[in-house]
């Protein structure tokens, strides 16, 4: 399992190089959703943080705490939700293995600068570990999210047989229909 301060600090980085907004909310979603798709690809948990839905989304309760890190992060007020989060210039951010990276990379390049209620939103009410959930304070359930394969797209192959098929199908029930 990965450090989350690993998580953030990458996803800051991430944001630097898309120039995209970054409050300390947006972060925690971002960071959510980070593990939520590494999930969906590997099964297994990327980090050991216990999420759990607090007010109205995915929340850590020691998220303060992890940002208190003064060697990693900069953070102006850490009790306005909005405030910006960047990297201490002097802090050293651990090299990620490559399929985590590039998740993070997606993520940051897919939902970054999406519109915050759009967001939100999307973590809210599309999420696996979020529709199941009950009641405040319970904790979420990845074991919920389906595998990357169920949201592939798949191809059809041999449409013009599939369309022939159908066809003969409904030519079939239009043979046998009365006339209006």
């Known amino acids: 399992m990965i450090d989350f301060k690993t998580i953030l600090s990458n996803i800051l980085k991430h944001f630097k190089e898309y ?7 947006r972060l925690l979603k971002i960071a959510y959703l980070v593990e939520l798709f590494y999930y969906r690809n590997e099964m297994k948990r990327l980090t050991s943080e216990e999420w759990i839905f607090y007010k109205f989304g995915p929340y850590l309760m020691n998220y303060d705490n992890i940002l208190n890190d003064k060697k990693i992060f900069v953070v102006k007020d850490m009790k306005d939700d909005f405030t910006k989060v960047t990297l201490n210039d002097s802090a050293t951010i651990p090299e990620l293995p490559s ?3 590039l998740i993070i990379n997606h993520i940051v390049k897919e939902y970054g600068d999406m519109d915050f209620y759009k967001l939100l939103d999307y973590v809210y009410y599309d999420t696996e570990p979020m529709i199941d959930v009950k009641k405040r304070l319970d904790k979420l359930d990845f074991s ?3 595998p990357k394969k169920y949201y592939d797209i798949k191809e059809f192959k041999n449409i013009d047989k599939v369309l022939e098929k159908l066809n003969l199908k409904y030519q079939e029930r239009f043979k046998n229909a009365r006339k209006i």
Not at 19 to 25: D, E, F, I, L, N
């Open 144 to 146: 919920l999210v389906k």
């Open 19 to 25: 120039g995209t907004g970054y409050g300390k909310t």
């Open 99 to 101: 399929e985590i990276n």
